[in-house]
């Protein structure tokens, strides 16, 4: 029922914009759309139809008022449109999607892809679906990490290892990974490693707060790098030079 009380409370919580949605300010119901409390006779009454009766005319209890904007806050009456089917029926904007979680009308691209499902695309939208995965992450910690062992022994390990040997073999001496270091000539991919000519290898590696190997690539292979052997590595650290440097220069 159209009175001036509830007119006046309508356009108190309306936000009118010209050719734009008109946005309600008050309070949303659980459904999403904005209401109206008449004291009067203790009735809720959803803001849109109460903003299609007020301007474009009287409603059955049998009427639907859709949203073709696909806002449900919006009572612009531009935007609103009688139908006789279901809410549940009611067809979205090309291109867009309801997020059953927050309610919301997003686009397409607002929402992760899985295969899995029939529409390619998960049914909760990004911004929900990574707050209930850090929610699940809180609360099961030791499946999370059952979980990131799985993730990176079926798909980060592999990647890794690619990348590493790609680091190894463009900067080896030779076309196949090869221990840089004059009188080694250690080959076997699983005892190589990357060393720092001019040193600062453990702070460089804190500082870069990402996988090594991905840095290397995506930095282009930089210059200052070698292959070694972890042997070779390791003597360079703690002693300063490599044994089979020594054993060269006294040979010669």
Same mark, same amino acid.
Request: hydrophobic share 30%.
């Given at each position: ?29 659980? $459904? ?18 109460? *903003?299609?009766?007020? $301007? ?21 009456? *531009? $935007? ?29 691209? %607002? ?11 998960? *049914? ?36 890794? %290892? ?54 290397? %690539? ?26 089979? %440097?020594?054993?060269?220069? $006294?040979?010669?």
């Amino acid at each position: 029922m159209i009175t001036d009380k509830l007119t006046s409370k309508f356009w108190a919580k309306t936000t009118v914009k010209e050719h734009d949605c008109w946005l309600w300010k008050g309070k949303p119901a659980a $459904h999403g759309h904005g209401q109206l409390v008449d004291v009067d006779v203790g009735k809720v009454i959803p803001a849109h139809r109460y *903003s299609y009766e007020l $301007h474009l005319g009287s409603l059955r209890k049998t009427d639907f008022v859709l949203h073709e904007c696909g806002n449900k806050l919006c009572v612009n009456p *531009s $935007h609103l449109r009688l139908s006789h089917a279901p809410r549940l029926l009611e067809i979205l904007p090309k291109g867009m999607k309801r997020c059953p979680n927050c309610r919301q009308i997003k686009a397409i691209s %607002e929402f992760f892809a899985d295969n899995t499902k029939t529409s390619k695309i998960r *049914s909760v939208c990004k911004i929900c679906s990574t707050k209930q995965a850090r929610t699940w992450q809180k609360t099961h910690p030791e499946r999370k990490r059952e979980h990131d062992k799985r993730t990176y022994r079926r798909r980060k390990k592999p990647e890794r %290892e690619k990348r590493r040997l790609a680091a190894l073999t463009h900067y080896s001496p030779d076309v196949i990974p090869r221990c840089s270091c004059l009188g080694c000539n250690e080959t076997r991919v699983e005892f190589l490693s990357i060393d720092h000519i001019n040193g600062g290898g453990t702070a460089h590696r804190k500082n870069i707060k990402m996988d090594f190997w991905l840095w290397l %690539e995506r930095n282009g292979y930089p210059e200052g790098f070698r292959t070694l052997c972890y042997n070779c590595n390791l003597s360079l650290g703690f002693c300063g030079y490599c044994p089979h %440097e020594r054993e060269i220069v $006294h040979v010669d």
